[in-house]
C-alpha cells in the first residue's frame, strides 16, 4: 500500500493548472451491461456463470472524477462424473451468488492518462455443500482496493493495476496487473492483460466493440482467459454494455468519459 | 506547453513503474486437494438386509484454497456430509437402503474440490485439481419364495420362484437341494418359473445360480415334497358346537385341516396323525385364514387385527389396522400371493366402497432382518370395493376379488391381483357376488426354451354370482376371463384343479339339489352353454357337511376335503 500512496504523492506534485485545460469526466456516463461465462478446467470442472452490473462515471471538479458500479452474479460450479456412476447423465454442481459495490476516484487529462484508487466490497455466498475456509460458513465477505494508472499513446493505452483483498477477516489476496490495449478503430478496442502474485500465470485477451449502427449506445463484448497451474483453466466469456445518453467512440468514451 | 506536458508524462510513467513494482506476495498459488482414498466398497448380503454403515475417508485442499465443495451424486449414495478442521475435510457417506435399490451393482461419486479467486476482487472462482472417490454399492439377489411351496413326491412339476435380482444378474441355474431344474424361464426380476424332475419325499431348498453375483445368494425358499396323501372316504365330527365356517384349508405338508369358525370365534385344527383336534383361543370377530407363502405361518384375520400364527396355532405376531377413512370399516377376508403379501379385504355394514390393502408378512425363516415388522399398503392401483371377497389361486399367482352386496341393483365389477406385477385391475365382469366363493386352478406351463410352445392353458376361474338379469351363476373362465361354460346354478362350493399331465382341467361342485359332488371336465370350451357332467349322477359323500359348505382340494389333486357347520367330509376325487 506503501507503493500507492507515493504514486498519489506523484500526482500532488502535478500543477493542476496544467490539467485544468482538460476535464477529467466531460460529462456524466452511466451504463448496464450483462455477462456470461464458461470456465473449464484440465481437472474436468465446468464453471457457468452470469452477472448484471451498472456504473455512473461523472465529474467532480475539473480534473478529479469519480465512479460507482455495482455487479450481481451467479456462477454453477459443476464436475464432469465418472462415466460408470449410476445415473450416467448425473453432474454434480453446487451454485453461489454473489454480489459487490464499488467507488472510485481519479485524476484523469484525456490527452495524457489517468490514475486513480477505488475501494470495493463484495460478498459471495454458496447454496450447496461447499464452506469458504476462511469464513468456515457458506458465506464470504470481502474488501478490496485498488491503485490504478493509464498511459494513453495515440491509439495505444498502456495501464497497472495493483489490489489487494481481503478475503473474510484474515486473509489477503494481491495482484498486479498490466493491460496494453489497441484501438484499430475508433469504435473497436484489443486488449492482451497478464497478471500475477496471487494471480500469477493468469493472462487475458478482450475485444470491445461498439457499433457506429446502433448509434454508439451499444458495446459488445468478447474475452478469452486462461490460467496455467497445476490444472489449466480457460474462460470464455461474452456480454454487453448498454450507454445511455451519451453515444460517442468507444475511445473517446474510455479516455474521456468512463 | 511542451515542456509542462513533458513534465507530466514523467509523471504518470514514474506513477506506472511504482504500480509496476513487484510486490510480496505469494507468487501465484492454486487449489490443491488430495484424498485419503479413491474408493469406497459398500456391500450387503440382500436387498432385504439393514443399511450398511457409514464409511469415513478425508480430503485435504492446500493454503491458497478459499472455497470448498464436496458434491456427490450416484444412486449408491443416500448422503454425504463433512466437517472442515482447517484445511481438512472428514466426510462420511451413508449409502441408500438396500431395499430401495433392489439388487444389483451401485455406483456413486463424492467429488472434493477446492478454489481460488479468480480476479482481483474476488468475484468469482477458479477451480483447483479435483479428487474423486468412487463408490460402489454390491447387493446380490435374493431367492424369498417358492409357490407352491408343496409339492407331490414322486411326480415333476412346476414352481414360481419369488425374489428380487433375477435379471440384474445372469441366472445361470436353478436347483432343488442337490437336484437340478429340468427347466427355468426367467419371467422378470422377480419370477422365475422353474420346473422341478420327481424328488422324493423331503425338504429341498430352492436355489439360483448367477456367477455374476457380488456375494453369496440367500435363499428363504425351501420346496417341501410330500407323498400323494391318499385319504380313504370318511366324516370327521367336530370336537364341539357347529361352526360357521368362513374358511377352510388344508396343509399339505402337516397334513392337517383348519377351520374358521367365525360363529365360536376360533381356529379349529384337525390333525390326521393321531386324528387330534386342537384349536386357538377366542379371536374376537374372526372372519378369515390363510397360509403364508412358505406355509411357516397361519395368518388370521379378524374385524379389527391381523394376527400370525405359528402353524400349531400359537400366537407370533399380531398387526393393528390401518386408519381406515370411513367409519364403520373392519376387515372382512384375506387371500396370499406368492410373494408373501397378502391381499386383505374390508366390509361395512351397508353397500359402499371401502379400501383394500396389501399385508406384508414377515418370513418364520428370516434370517436376514430379524427385526421384520409386518405392514400393510396400498398400491397405487388399489381399488375400493363394496364389501370384498378375495381368493387365491393354489400357486398365490392370481388372486380373484369380487364384491357386491344384497341391495345391489346392478351388478359391480370383478377385480383381480396379479402378484407378479403387485397390481391390481378391473375385469369387464359384472356379478353381484354370492356366498360361493370363487375357485381358481391356474396352470404354469413347463418351462421351455422354445417360443413356439403350444401347450394350450388350462387355468380355470370358477366365479358365482348374480348377473345382470338378476339371475344366479356360476360361471368358468379361462386365463383371459372368455367365458367357457356355466356350472350348475345349485352349487353351493366349487374346486379346481389340473391332471397331472396338465391338458385337462377339472371342477368339482357341491350341489344343494342333492347333496352330491358333481364332477365336469372344463377342459374344452362349452361357448358358454352348461358342462356336462363326467361322472354321471354326481359321487355321494359318506355324509352331509351340513350348512354353508366349503371345499379345497389337495395338491396333488387326490382328495376332495368339505366343511359344513355339521362336519368335515373327505372324498377321494371323482377324477
Known amino acids: 500500500m506503501k507503493r500507492y500512496l507515493i504514486a498519489m504523492l506523484l500526482l500532488l506534485l502535478c500543477d493542476d493548472n496544467a490539467l485544468a485545460d482538460s476535464q477529467a469526466v466531460q460529462a456524466t456516463n452511466v451504463q448496464a451491461g450483462f455477462t456470461s461465462w464458461d470456465t473449464h478446467s484440465s481437472s474436468g470442472m465446468v464453471n457457468n456463470s452470469y452477472a448484471i452490473n451498472g456504473g455512473i462515471t461523472f465529474p467532480v471538479v475539473s480534473y478529479l472524477g469519480a465512479s460507482l458500479s455495482g455487479a450481481f452474479g451467479h456462477t454453477k460450479l459443476a464436475s464432469n462424473p465418472s462415466p460408470n456412476v449410476t445415473p450416467t447423465s448425473a453432474w454434480p454442481s453446487c451454485t453461489i451468488s454473489n454480489s459487490n459495490l464499488d467507488a472510485g476516484l481519479f485524476v484523469r487529462d484525456p490527452t495524457l492518462g489517468k490514475v486513480g484508487v477505488s475501494y470495493g466490497a463484495g460478498r459471495q455466498q454458496s447454496h450447496c455443500s461447499a464452506t469458504y475456509l476462511i469464513t468456515g460458513t457458506d458465506t464470504l465477505s470481502t474488501k478490496d482496493s485498488t491503485a490504478s494508472a493509464e498511459y494513453y ?22 495482484s498486479n496487473s498490466l493491460t496494453v490495449g489497441w484501438y484499430p478503430d475508433s469504435d473497436v478496442r484489443v486488449a492482451l492483460s497478464d497478471y500475477g502474485l496471487d494471480l500469477k500465470n493468469t493472462h487475458k485477451l478482450g475485444l470491445e466493440y461498439q457499433p457506429e449502427f446502433l448509434d454508439n449506445s451499444l458495446s459488445l463484448l468478447l474475452t478469452y482467459s486462461t490460467q496455467r497451474l497445476t490444472t489449466d483453466t480457460h474462460s470464455i466469456m461474452v456480454g454487453f454494455n448498454y450507454f445511455f445518453e451519451k453515444h460517442v467512440p468507444l475511445i473517446a468514451r474510455d479516455r474521456q468519459y468512463r | 506547453m511542451r515542456f509542462v506536458i513533458s513534465v507530466y508524462r514523467v509523471i504518470l510513467f514514474l506513477s506506472i513503474a511504482v504500480l509496476s513494482a513487484c510486490g510480496s506476495g505469494s507468487g501465484g498459488s492454486q487449489a490443491s486437494t488430495t484424498a485419503s482414498t479413491n474408493s469406497i466398497v459398500f456391500s450387503t448380503p440382500s436387498p432385504d438386509a439393514p443399511t450398511p454403515p457409514a464409511q469415513t475417508f478425508t480430503a485435504t485442499v492446500s493454503k491458497g484454497t478459499v472455497y470448498v465443495a464436496i458434491p456427490h451424486n450416484g444412486t449408491a449414495i443416500a448422503s454425504a456430509s463433512y466437517t472442515l478442521t482447517g484445511t481438512t475435510a472428514q466426510i462420511v457417506v451413508n449409502p441408500a437402503s438396500p431395499s430401495s435399490l433392489g439388487a444389483g451393482i451401485f455406483t456413486g461419486t463424492v467429488t472434493i474440490t477446492g478454489y481460488t479467486c479468480a480476479d482481483p476482487a474476488c468475484s468469482g472462482l477458479t477451480p483447483g485439481n479435483s479428487q474423486i472417490v468412487n463408490i460402489t454399492y454390491q447387493i446380490p439377489p435374493i431367492v424369498r419364495f417358492v409357490a407352491p411351496y408343496v409339492a407331490t413326491a414322486n411326480t415333476a412339476g412346476t414352481v414360481n420362484i419369488r425374489g428380487q435380482g433375477f435379471q440384474k444378474f445372469s441366472v445361470t441355474g436353478v436347483t432343488f437341494g442337490a437336484t ?30 448367477a456367477p455374476s453375483s457380488p456375494g453369496t445368494i440367500i435363499s428363504q425358499a425351501n420346496l417341501v415334497a410330500v407323498n400323494a396323501p391318499g385319504y380313504a372316504a370318511t366324516t370327521i365330527s367336530y370336537p364341539s358346537g357347529s361352526p360357521q365356517v368362513s374358511e377352510f384349508l388344508y396343509d399339505a405338508e402337516r397334513k392337517v385341516l383348519l377351520v374358521a369358525d367365525t360363529a365360536g370365534g376360533k381356529v379349529l385344527r384337525y390333525s390326521f396323525s393321531g386324528s387330534t383336534w386342537s384349536s386357538t383361543p377366542i379371536i374376537t370377530g374372526l372372519s378369515d385364514i390363510a397360509l403364508s407363502t412358505d406355509g411357516q405361518h397361519l395368518l388370521a384375520l379378524s374385524q379389527t387385527n391381523l394376527y400370525q400364527l405359528t402353524p400349531a396355532l400359537a400366537s407370533d405376531i399380531t398387526t393393528p389396522p390401518p386408519t381406515f377413512a370411513t367409519a364403520g370399516t373392519y376387515f372382512k377376508n384375506l387371500a396370499m400371493g406368492n410373494d408373501g403379501n397378502a391381499v386383505v379385504t374390508t366390509g361395512y355394514a351397508g353397500s359402499t366402497s371401502t379400501a383394500l390393502y396389501v399385508y406384508t408378512a414377515c418370513n418364520a425363516i428370516n434370517i436376514i432382518d430379524t427385526t421384520c415388522i409386518p405392514a400393510f399398503s396400498q398400491p397405487a392401483t388399489t381399488p375400493a370395493l363394496d364389501n370384498s371377497t378375495a381368493v387365491g389361486s393354489s400357486d398365490g399367482s392370481l388372486i380373484a376379488i369380487m364384491q357386491g352386496d344384497s341391495t345391489l341393483t346392478s351388478p359391480p365389477g370383478f377385480y383381480q391381483y396379479v402378484a407378479a406385477s403387485d397390481t391390481f385391475s378391473a375385469i369387464g365382469i359384472g356379478l353381484n357376488q354370492n356366498s360361493i366363493a370363487p375357485a381358481l386352478g391356474v396352470y404354469t406351463p413347463p418351462s421351455t426354451t422354445s417360443s413356439t410352445t403350444a401347450t394350450p392353458s388350462t387355468t380355470r ?12 351363476v356360476t360361471n368358468v373362465y379361462d386365463a383371459s376371463y372368455t367365458l367357457l361354460g356355466t356350472l350348475p346354478s345349485t352349487t353351493l362350493a366349487v374346486a379346481v384343479k389340473q391332471d397331472v399331465t396338465a391338458t385337462h382341467a377339472y371342477a368339482f361342485t357341491f350341489d344343494s339339489a342333492d347333496s352330491k359332488v358333481h364332477s365336469f371336465d372344463v377342459t374344452t370350451s362349452q361357448a358358454g352353454a352348461a358342462f356336462q357332467e363326467a361322472v354321471p349322477g354326481g359321487t355321494a359323500l359318506l355324509g352331509n357337511p351340513g350348512a354353508g359348505v366349503r371345499m379345497v382340494i389337495s395338491p396333488d389333486g387326490g382328495t376332495l376335503f368339505l366343511a359344513g357347520s355339521t362336519q368335515i367330509v373327505v372324498l377321494p376325487s371323482p377324477l
Open chain 1, 153 to 174: 499513446f495515440s491509439k495505444v493505452t498502456l495501464a497497472v493495476a495493483r489490489t489487494r483483498t481481503h478475503l473474510g477477516s484474515s486473509s489477503d489476496l494481491d
Open chain 2, 180 to 209: 437340478a431344474a429340468t427347466a427355468f424361464t426367467v419371467v422378470s426380476d422377480t419370477e422365475i418359473q422353474a420346473s422341478y424332475p420327481v424328488l422324493a419325499p423331503g425338504s429341498y431348498p430352492v436355489q439360483i445360480q
Open chain 2, 461 to 472: 376361474i370358477v366365479l358365482s354370482g348374480k348377473d345382470a338379469s338378476n339371475n344366479t
